[in-house]
């Protein structure tokens, strides 16, 4: 059961253009959202994150929106680079018993960002 | 660097021996976690450990892993009797558990492959 879904194994964009990430979450008790990028051989670095009480998280580029109500969440980079290049993973936590901040991820989204 | 440290980065074994991993995590932070990820998909959670408290196993650490965190500070995964769909990179995360959800920081991960 797969709780958080990116169905877009894949995405081109070109330099300076808007690069979207999706992300569908369908378990309620989610409450933390996060955005994990990774360059290959390297371990996710933290991009950005945001509670469910916010529906937007703004941070230079990066901006994330939340909509609850449709269980999704989304990426926006502005401008891309072409050193975005790389997967990104939505991630979510909730206190849902067991290990508080426990991460579950998603399948990710490899991004190609054009010069 | 500070950073989250792991070792060894690469490990090719033969299937039915045995392997250990250590993960040294950010000082002072009290919660470390291990994932694994296989090939297409995201982090996976195995466990988590709250100072030196191991206080939730995933289903998919099955008998033949253990791990330890003695004194809080560094771990160990240790794989026993290795099967081949134990390879994986195994990935280590720390964070300092202040808030209610503070965001994980990753080690760039062991890469395990068993022959």
């Known amino acids: 059961d797969q709780q958080v879904k990116q169905n877009s194994p894949s995405l081109s964009v070109q330099e300076g253009r808007i690069s979207i990430l999706n992300c569908d979450y369908t378990n309620s008790m989610f409450d933390y959202f996060l955005w994990y990028k990774k360059y290959p051989a390297e371990g996710p670095t933290f991009l950005i994150s945001i509670s469910s009480i916010k529906d937007k998280n703004e941070d230079g580029r990066f901006t994330v929106f939340l909509n609850k109500s449709a269980k999704h969440l989304s990426l926006h980079i502005v401008p891309s680079q072409p050193g975005d290049s790389a997967v990104y993973f939505c991630a979510a936590t909730g206190n849902y018993g067991g290990a508080t901040n426990k991460l579950i991820f998603g399948t990710g989204t490899l991004l190609a960002v054009q010069p | 660097d500070t950073g989250v440290s792991q070792n060894p980065r690469h490990k090719i074994t033969k299937r039915g021996q045995n392997v250990t991993f250590r993960c040294d995590p950010i000082?002072?932070?009290?919660?470390l976690y291990w994932y694994r990820q296989t090939l297409g998909q995201g982090p996976e959670f195995l466990t988590y450990?709250?100072?030196?408290?191991?206080?939730?196993k995933s289903r998919l650490l099955s008998d033949r892993f253990s791990a330890e965190r003695p004194k809080g500070s560094f771990s160990t995964l240790e794989i026993q009797r290795t099967e081949q769909g134990d390879s994986a990179m195994y990935l280590c995360?720390?964070?300092?558990?202040?808030?209610?959800?503070?965001?994980?920081?990753f080690g760039p991960g062991t890469r395990l492959t068993v022959l």
């Open positions: 450990f709250q100072n030196e408290a191991q206080l939730e």
């Open positions: 995360a720390s964070s300092l558990g202040v808030g209610p959800y503070n965001e994980q920081f």
């Open positions: 000082s002072e932070h009290n919660r």
